[in-house]
């Protein structure tokens, strides 16, 4: 029934799912310059988003009256939560000390990973358009990135502690790929069940390394806690657009649609609100990605209109 719910969405407006990861990566965004202008330790700050988001989740749970651990599916959800939590971790503690527009180009390692294993485990298409469309995106990574090897020089000198901290932000990014798979698999599931599941788990991970580090010292000034309040809620806002848009689309879509998505919002958003401007290179690095999410969009818009294209009219249009 509920895939069916989800097919009827798709007809009525071709697209929508790549719409809602259009809306999810400017909320995403702007929590990211939420974050970079706070003061508080990233996990720390992590940990307090993640327990004003499952209050914002308890209710819509219980209205739900869906288990969020039903049984035969725990070990998947355990798996996600735990790498959900590693990923936000590791976005959170990047966001802090490298440039947000940085943080974006290291995470579009991501849709590789995703295209990748949803062909080998949910036996997703990936045809001809599909390589095509992620070397395009590739490209473009490169020429945004400008990796050392292949340039000569880089636009932004990294300290030893910045290096590290993208290693980290990378490997945590290629486990946050199966991520994307579980909640595919996952799609018959209802969303509020998925959403707290996924929080319960992050609470506690995200404890441990606290517990550890002993870093359990709230806000003290007014805008460092209405920071927190609004992260949380664009972290609320933005689970929930991304559990929709994998029912509503395939899984190596919307990994390659809001990666590339990512990298041109966080250009425009470091712009604007940290006045950096990138060069001349890293703006064809961004064209190239761009032309590559008008690409899936368009693709994404024919191939259903000829599903839902009467028979009787694709005889006409084949007879002239």
């Given at each position: 029934?509920k895939t069916e ?161 993208a290693l980290g ?93 990512d990298i041109l ?56």
């Amino acid at each position: 029934m509920k895939t069916e719910e989800s097919q009827c969405y798709k007809g009525l407006l071709p697209g929508l799912g790549i719409l809602i990861v259009a809306v999810e990566v400017l909320v995403f965004q702007g929590g990211s310059v939420v974050a970079k202008n706070l003061s508080i330790n990233p996990l720390l700050l992590l940990l307090l988003k993640d327990l004003l988001q499952v209050s914002y989740n308890v209710p819509s749970s219980l209205w739900a009256g869906e288990n969020p651990f039903p049984r035969g599916r725990r070990l998947l959800l355990l798996l996600r939560g735990a790498a959900t939590g590693l990923s936000f971790m590791g976005h959170f503690y990047a966001v802090r000390y490298l440039p947000i527009a940085d943080v974006a180009m290291i995470t579009s390692i991501k849709p590789i990973s995703i295209t990748l294993l949803s062909c080998l485990l949910l036996n997703e298409p990936c045809g001809l358009f599909e390589i095509a469309n992620l070397l395009l995106v590739i490209s473009g990574i490169v020429l945004v990135v400008q990796p050392p090897v292949i340039f000569s020089s880089s636009d932004v000198e990294y300290t030893p502690h910045m290096f590290y901290t993208a290693l980290g932000l990378l490997a945590t990014q290629c486990l946050a790929a199966t991520t994307t798979i579980i909640l595919r698999y996952l799609r018959d599931m209802h969303w509020a069940a998925l959403a707290i599941s996924s929080r319960i788990v992050n609470i506690v991970e995200v404890l441990v390394f606290c517990f550890y580090m002993n870093i359990f010292c709230l806000p003290q000034c007014g805008f460092e806690r209405l920071g927190v309040l609004i992260l949380a809620v664009f972290g609320f806002a933005q689970q929930i657009l991304h559990i929709f848009s994998l029912k509503l689309e395939e899984a190596h879509l919307v990994g390659l649609v809001q990666n590339s998505l990512d990298i041109l919002v966080s250009f425009i958003f470091q712009i604007l609100f940290f006045h950096t401007f990138p060069s001349y290179c890293k703006l064809v690095g961004a064209i190239l990605i761009f032309s590559s999410v008008v690409l899936v969009g368009i693709n994404k818009v024919r191939r259903a209109k000829e599903k839902h294209l009467p028979d009787k009219i694709k005889h006409l249009i084949k007879c002239e």
